[in-house]
């Protein structure tokens, strides 16, 4: 196992996937899977959800899974595992291009409004 692989600035590009479930917790449907970097191993929570009515709502989350986890892994604590990382790489058309495959870190903004999201969303 390599100790820098690129996944860690940008999320893993070559992975395995395996679905966790759907968190529908304050009525988002976000897709929870965890990924396996096919390059260094690392395992990756990623969630990702979208709306569909709303432009450039979509957004996605990766973060490295911690070996001990406080919570066990189900679609709904997988937004409280991620808020509590000390950083996560995320994407999607939510965000500006520049900030897009960036790391973050603090509440995952996965709400359409309000907890980070857009304050106003624009409907299409
Ligand atoms: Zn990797």
Sequence with gaps: ????????????????????GVDKTDGRYGDVSVLTCKDCGRKWLHYFVEYEAFRASGRWFEGLLPDDLATPLIAETAVPILDALPWYIRGGSYFEPALRGTRSSGPVP???????????????
Excluded: H, W
């Design 1 to 20: 196992m390599t100790t820098e692989c690129d996944c860690l600035e940008s999320g893993p590009k070559s992975r395995n996937k395996e679905f966790i």
């Design 110 to 124: 996965v709400n359409l409004s309000g907890r980070g999201g857009l304050p106003e969303a624009q409907e299409t």
